[in-house]
């Protein structure tokens, strides 16, 4: 069965960095591109970005409002995805999911406040 | 970037009705166009990709149409766990795009 996994969600101060990792289980984690979306609190869904398969380059995209804040990267050998976020602001305040066609994680939720 | 309209933002509906959600592109995609339900509290389900295709395990009453700008999604008999959002997703172009999601409630 195919499962993914957030994790490393939390509470963090505006301006601070955090982690997620995406954990994947049940296919060939190295085969597939990963991406990432989020949900603010009552809001509808944002595209990030994704990172291809390594078969594809590995390269990464990324939506206008993260570009150069957020970075996405991978390690196949763990079969994890991960979301690097930076200069963390309080609109950044949302569950996050990765995903890989079709199949979602159970989100991880991240607020940023003081 | 390519703005997806989806129609309506609500919609109510009973048990055993037809129902159709239509999204639109800002420019052609093609056919790189899928859509996803969301349940209240839960994590996005994937539904349907490349407009038509059936996610496995997703039920024979959901189906999707359409090219170009213009897509469906469409619920032939509604069921009681079929009230959720849905919402379109283009990936024809960077950066995708989502539509703003269409809240189907029950009547």
């Known amino acids: 069965e195919v499962q993914l996994v957030e994790s490393g969600g939390g509470l963090v101060q505006p301006g601070r960095s955090l982690r997620l990792s995406c954990t994947g289980s049940?296919?060939?984690?190295?085969?597939?591109?990963v991406s990432w979306v989020r949900q603010a609190p009552g809001k509808g869904l944002e595209w990030l970005g994704f990172?291809?398969?390594?078969?594809?380059?590995?390269?990464?995209e990324y939506a206008a409002s993260v570009r150069g804040r957020f970075t996405i990267s991978r390690d196949d050998s763990r079969g994890i995805a991960y979301l690097h976020m930076n200069s963390l602001k309080t609109d950044d305040t949302a569950v996050y999911y990765c995903?890989?066609?079709?199949?979602w994680g159970q989100g991880t939720l991240v607020t940023v406040s003081s | 970037d390519i703005q997806m309209t989806q129609s309506p933002s609500s919609l109510s509906a009973s048990v055993g009705d037809r129902v159709t959600i239509t999204c639109r592109a800002s420019?052609?995609?093609?056919?790189?166009l899928g859509w996803y339900q969301q349940r209240p509290g839960r994590a996005p389900k994937g539904l349907i990709y490349?407009?038509?295709g059936l996610q496995p395990g997703v039920p024979s009453r959901f189906s999707g149409s359409g090219s170009g700008t213009e897509f469906t999604l469409t619920i032939s008999s509604l069921q009681p766990e079929d009230f959720a959002t849905y919402y379109c997703?283009?990936?024809?172009?960077?950066?995708?795009?989502f539509g703003q999601g269409t809240k189907l409630e029950i009547k």
């Open positions: 995903t890989r066609t079709g199949h």
């Open positions: 049940g296919f060939i984690f190295a085969d597939y591109a």
């Open positions: 990172i291809k398969s390594e078969t594809y380059g590995g390269t990464t």
């Open positions: 420019q052609d995609i093609r056919n790189d």
């Open positions: 490349a407009v038509s």
């Open positions: 997703l283009q990936h024809n172009n960077y950066p995708y795009t």
